[in-house]
């Protein structure tokens, strides 16, 4: 089975620019996850798709961050304008959550933003 | 109450050590907790993942011990590896939290050969 596939694997821009991050779960999944992984620390939920509809957004900087997952599968998150705390890996994950119980995640490799 | 708390940041320990990592929660919901294990450069990937209606689960090298009274549950690694060295993170969900993963601040394990 194919993995979790992230794009860029890495990105540079500077402060204010805008950048997007692109992700494909894995086959069938029907809950995607966007998460950020700051250097040293665990990773924090961004957003929380079902199928292509938001379930968690509670976390995410709407100001500056949006996310959409079209016809359920692809997702992309982007940031505009980017901050210089926005440095971090961004994480996407998928799994096949099953009448409420988790079955476990499976991420992708992240895409390792560096903002200056 | 939505935290996980991780116990040590960092470890090290000698090649066929044991190697124990801790993690406290509070939210009673919680009734999913997983562990990862991040490589430099990769995503976390499962490695174990235990359910409250056990104390225990063994995977090969890997046992997750389960308290359900001190809301804790702690990750040992048996005859660790240099292969081992990884960051680890523990994880929990609840019920009612639709899948979602509260992670902690993970640990930084170095397995010296």
């Known amino acids: 089975e194919a993995g979790v596939a992230q794009s860029p694997r890495y990105k540079i821009i500077e402060k204010r620019q805008s950048v997007a991050f692109w992700c494909n779960p894995i086959?069938?999944?029907?809950?995607l996850y966007w998460y950020q992984q700051i250097l040293g620390q665990g990773p924090k939920l961004l957003i929380q798709?079902?199928?292509?509809?938001?379930?968690?957004d509670s976390q995410l900087p709407k100001d500056r961050f949006s996310a959409e997952r079209l016809k359920g599968v692809d997702s992309t998150l982007k940031i505009q304008p980017a901050k210089l705390e926005d440095s971090a890996v961004y994480l996407c994950?998928?799994?096949?959550?099953?009448?409420?119980?988790?079955?476990?995640?499976?991420f992708g490799s992240g895409t390792r933003l560096t903002v200056v | 109450q939505q935290q996980v708390k991780q116990s040590p940041q960092s470890l090290i320990v000698q090649k066929g050590g044991i190697s124990i990592i801790n993690c406290a929660y509070e939210?009673?919901?919680?009734?999913?907790f997983p562990w990862y294990q991040q490589f430099p450069g990769k995503g976390p990937a499962l490695l174990i993942a235990?359910?409250?209606?056990?104390s225990e689960k063994k995977e090969g090298r890997f046992t997750i011990s389960f308290n359900k009274s001190a809301k804790q549950f702690s990750l040992h690694i048996m005859d660790s590896q240099p292969g081992d060295s990884a960051t680890y993170f523990c994880?929990?969900?609840?019920?009612?939290?639709?899948?979602?993963?509260?992670f902690g601040q993970g640990t930084e394990l170095s397995v010296k050969p």
């Open positions: 939210n009673t919901a919680f009734d999913y």
């Open positions: 086959s069938g999944h029907a809950t």
């Open positions: 798709f079902q199928n292509n509809g938001v379930v968690d």
């Open positions: 235990i359910r409250p209606d056990v």
């Open positions: 994950a998928s799994s096949p959550i099953r009448e409420g119980l988790n079955y476990g995640y499976t």
């Open positions: 994880a929990a969900s609840g019920w009612n939290q639709g899948g979602k993963l509260i």
